[in-house]
């Protein structure tokens, strides 16, 4: 998952492995790809998904960075997706000064 900013300050997020443009019509996806840490449920199912699965991937950013570790983490792929599917991540608690 890479967090990008555009010439006008526009924050987008986007996953490098694969790209493609797409339009309203083709915009609704069905293949695997992207960063395990980021994967949407949708997509580990292997179901089609839309901008719904940036929303989820926007909040494993967010959660990451205001935890410092993301909500989802295991030492195999296997385990990674099924805490994604079946598991909420742990609350936190965090202070900046």
Do not use: W
Not at 3 to 14: A, M, P, Q, Y
């Amino acid at each position: 998952m890479n967090v990008l900013i555009t010439k006008d300050r526009t924050f987008k997020l986007g996953d490098l492995s694969e790209s493609a443009f797409v339009n309203k019509e083709t915009y609704l996806k069905s293949k695997q790809i992207g960063t395990p840490l980021y994967l949407s449920p949708e997509i580990i199912k292997k179901q089609a998904y839309d901008h719904r699965s940036d929303i989820f991937s926007l909040g494993v950013v967010m959660y990451h960075m205001a935890a410092l570790e993301p909500p989802f983490f295991e030492k195999n792929i296997k385990g990674l997706m099924n805490k994604i599917l079946y598991k909420q991540p742990l609350p936190f608690q965090v202070a900046y000064s």
